[in-house]
T-cell receptor
Framework: EDQVTQSPEALRLQEGESSSLNCSYT??????LFWYRQDPGKGPEFLFT???AGEEKEKERLKATLTKKESFLHITAPKPEDSATYLC??????????????FGAGTRLAVHP | NAGVTQTPKFQVLKTGQSMTLQCAQD?????MYWYRQDPGMGLRLIYY???????DKGEVPNGYNVSRLNKREFSLRLESAAPSQTSVYFC???????????FGPGTRLTVL
């Protein structure tokens, strides 16, 4: 069964304390892995797409990496404004007319000054 | 350029009542989607529309119907609301079904 698991469920960091969020997946024939950021009361906002093992993408203090079984979102020297829920989604092979997208439950990140 | 807009932002219904959630996008995207988000679970696809004039069921379509009114608008209807439909509903759009999605701000629905 296609599945996406994110860990930890919640993470509390001090400002400047670097860490990583994990997204592990089981899907046959990965078509892409997406990272989104979601602020409270708002819709998810796209961050990165990764397509193949070894690929990396960076944006400000965030860097996403991909292996054959998991992805990491590394946060370097986080600031309070990085506090949000981070969602991972995996795109499975096309089924019918749709590229199925499977979301994880997310990691709630709180960065304290 | 507003992106994806949704109305209403909040709604409270009684069991058995009906309502329609509205969604519009101004990015000329072909594909549109309705998701629901429940605590502790990932976003789940209710219905999608790969292009204007087509709609298909997603993972959790029971109790819902959709209409792709034109390329911009995609509505979600609850014919007879049930407490299990209490959730936050997100509309999204993308250029094609395999590309990353723009999400709307969500509708928080409570069914009593």
């Amino acid at each position: 069964e296609d599945q996406v698991t994110q860990s930890p469920e919640a993470l509390r960091l001090q400002e400047g304390e670097s860490s990583s969020l994990n997204c592990s997946y089981t899907v046959s024939g990965l078509r892409g892995l997406f990272w989104y950021r979601q602020d409270p009361g708002k819709g998810p906002e796209f961050l990165f797409t990764l397509y193949s093992a070894g690929e990396e993408k960076e944006k400000e203090r965030l860097k996403a990496t991909l292996t054959k079984k998991e992805s990491f979102l590394h946060i370097t020297a986080p600031k309070p404004e990085d506090s949000a829920t981070y969602l991972c989604a995996v795109q499975a092979p096309r089924s019918g007319g749709y590229n199925k997208l499977i979301f994880g439950a997310g990691t709630r990140l709180a960065v304290h000054p | 350029n507003a992106g994806v807009t949704q109305t209403p932002k909040f709604q409270v219904l009684k069991t058995g009542q009906s309502m329609t959630l509205q969604c519009a996008q101004d990015m000329n995207h072909n594909s549109m989607y309705w998701y629901r988000q429940d605590p502790g679970m990932g976003l789940r696809l209710i219905y999608y529309s790969a292009s204007e004039g087509t709609t298909d069921k997603g993972e959790v379509p029971n109790g819902y119907n959709v209409s792709r009114l034109n390329k911009r608008e995609f509505s979600l209807r609850l014919e007879s609301a049930a407490p299990s439909q209490t959730s936050v509903y997100f509309c999204a759009s993308s250029e094609a079904s395999g590309t990353w999605k723009f999400f709307g701000p969500g509708t928080r629905l409570t069914v009593l």
